[in-house]
Nanobody
Framework: QVQLVESGGGSVQAGGSLRLSCVAS????????MGWFRQAPGKERDFVAT????????SYADSVKGRFTISRDNAKNTVYLQMNNLVPEDTAVYYC??????????????????WGQGTQVTVSS
């Protein structure tokens, strides 16, 4: 079955950096666009970033543009989210997701077919 497994979360101070990874199995990874979403307590799951199947196109939420970078390595079935200059508002559970939708970018969570279990990111001031 399809599995997406995130790692790399943790606790950092404001201004710090983290790199999230998501390893996919059970699917043809290069056939999917990948996305990162986040959900803070009591809030909806929000779009963070997405990358197309080849890695040639990316899209970001305005709140993270210029601070976060999404990338992928199709040989390793892995998508990454490099997060720099973190702020307390970035505190959330971060999820990776995969979509077969061919249009790009796909920002709505309902368009994604598979989800990871999430990894916690906590940023203290």
């Amino acid at each position: 079955q399809v599995q997406l497994v995130e790692s790399g979360g943790g606790s950092v101070q404001a201004g710090g950096s983290l790199r999230l990874s998501c390893v996919a199995s059970g699917l043809t990874f290069s056939g999917y666009a990948m996305g990162w979403f986040r959900q803070a307590p009591g809030k909806e799951r929000d779009f963070v970033a997405t990358i197309n199947w080849s890695g040639g196109s990316t899209s970001y939420a305005d709140s993270v543009k210029g601070r976060f970078t999404i990338s992928r390595d199709n040989a390793k079935n892995t998508v990454y989210l490099q997060m720099n200059n973190l702020v307390p508002e970035d505190t959330a559970v971060y999820y990776c997701a995969a979509t077969k939708v061919s249009l790009f970018p796909v920002r709505g969570p309902n368009a994604y077919d598979y989800w990871g279990q999430g990894t916690q990111v906590t940023v203290s001031s």
